[in-house]
């Protein structure tokens, strides 16, 4: 089982990037889905979190308004769309697959992609 991101860049404060996640090796259709971020010097934290039918979602305070978590089951993909971002949104990206959104919230995950690293300049 594979989860590759990818979408990750530099990119100045105010502007917006899309970060896709696709899973191989298995399906992941009845699993929550996430995206969780470690910046230099910090322990990993969540960011958003999606359920298995696409109907529930969870925002870390700080990206609330401002990222969108949403998922293609019939690709197998996880998306984060980031908007309005901020020099301290700047961290590895990591997405996640776990099928209890309880465990996948406080960061319990069975499936770790390997992060793309994004880049946000004042």
């Known amino acids: 089982v594979q989860l590759q991101a990818c979408g990750g860049g530099l990119v100045q404060a105010g502007g917006s990037l899309r970060l896709s996640c696709a899973a191989s090796?298995?399906?992941?259709?009845?699993?929550?889905k996430g995206w969780f971020r470690q910046a230099p010097g910090k322990e990993r934290e969540f960011v958003a979190a999606?359920?298995?039918?696409?109907?529930?979602?969870y925002y870390a305070d700080s990206v609330k308004g401002r990222f969108t978590i949403s998922r293609d089951n019939a690709k197998n993909m996880v998306f984060l769309q980031m908007n309005s971002l901020k020099p301290e949104d700047t961290a590895v990206y990591y997405c996640?697959?776990?099928?209890?959104?309880?465990?996948?919230?406080?960061?319990?995950?069975?499936?770790w992609g390997q992060g793309t690293q994004v880049t946000v300049s004042s």
């Open positions: 996640a697959v776990e099928d209890r959104m309880d465990r996948l919230r406080v960061g319990v995950a069975e499936y």
């Open positions: 999606v359920s298995w039918t696409g109907g529930i979602t």
């Open positions: 090796g298995r399906t992941f259709s009845s699993y929550g």
